[in-house]
């Protein structure tokens, strides 16, 4: 398994290493706005991916978009925060209820049936915020404690989740909830992919997310320099399930037909070998565990339902001989913004070290006849 993930690593840097060289030798202000010329492309082609895109096509793209905001948003509580939560699956489901709500329901009796289409953004937003204000209900008692209770807690939610859709009959119950427009494509989800990416990019490379990174580290450590160590960890888990929010809305207007077996303990299971497999504390390695994990599912699908065994064994054998994942704890270049990377800092040590070298130099000799 190891020697797999690392030919799959090497694999990969072997490819792009021409794309490497090739952004690196251009000037300046051409890669300053390289990034948004290629997002901005990708953009118009989602947008025309149905006039050369099959409809299955169309539909693996979009679960790998969503998959992705999945992954990103369970990293950031598992790979940079250093907690486990196991039931992101339940996030997921508040809000692929609640837009589905919104769109089916409540737009069409305020008269803005025709409109629905046009309010679909809003209705993935306020089922991210449902989610958001559900991940705050179980934060706040949850990082109370430290240790594996996060596990316990959100593991206990999602059960409770599935079970309490199964039994409200005005929704569905155990038949499910229907009746949403297909509002979902390509180009929609491409556009969530890359806010959810920019946002979490942002917050990781903030001052906050240094406070994150310092609770994985170590947690007593970071409350004495300073760091209120609860906060973090209630923001960044209330952020967490806006997204997985944001990522069940999209999922409930591209089948157009949920209901509670949907979000089980098995979907946080996926979530879970995707990140794992795909490295912890890394945006990147979200993006990749996504694209991987969900087209070997699709090519997997001979098999039918022994299918949905790999997962659970894929996350044993992670667990056991690659427990950081293929990219853990490291990230792709454009993901990491210009004064952090690597270079940089180790030209800024440099002209550090040759101003203070004079200075330094005397009292290392000292330390050393010591």
Known sequence: MTQLLSSIRNGLSRTLAPLRAAYESLPVPVRRWTMPALLLLF???????????????????????????LTASLNLVNGYMGEFSVGHAGFMAVGAYVASIMTVWVFPRWGLREYVPYLFPLALLIGGLAAGLTGLIIAVPSFRTRGDYLAIVTLAWNMIVKSVLENVDAIGGPRGFMGMQKLTSVAWVYVWVVITIF??????YSNFGRGTLSIREDEIAASLVSVDTRKVKITVFVVASFFAGIAG??????????NPRSFSILKSTETLVMVYLGGIGS??????????YTVLLELLRPLQVWRWVIGPLLLVFLMIFRPRGIMGMREWRFLIPPEERPEVIDALKERIRKKRGPAVAPAASVGASE
């Open 249 to 258: 809305g999209l999922f409930a207007h591209i089948i157009q037909f949920i």
């Open 199 to 204: 946002i979490l990019r942002n917050l990781v």
């Open 43 to 69: 953009f118009v082609i989602a947008l025309l991916s149905p006039s050369f895109l099959n409809l299955y096509w169309q539909q693996v793209l979009i679960y790998v978009g969503i998959n992705i905001i």
């Open 283 to 292: 945006l990147g390695g979200s993006i990749l565990g996504a694209t991987i």
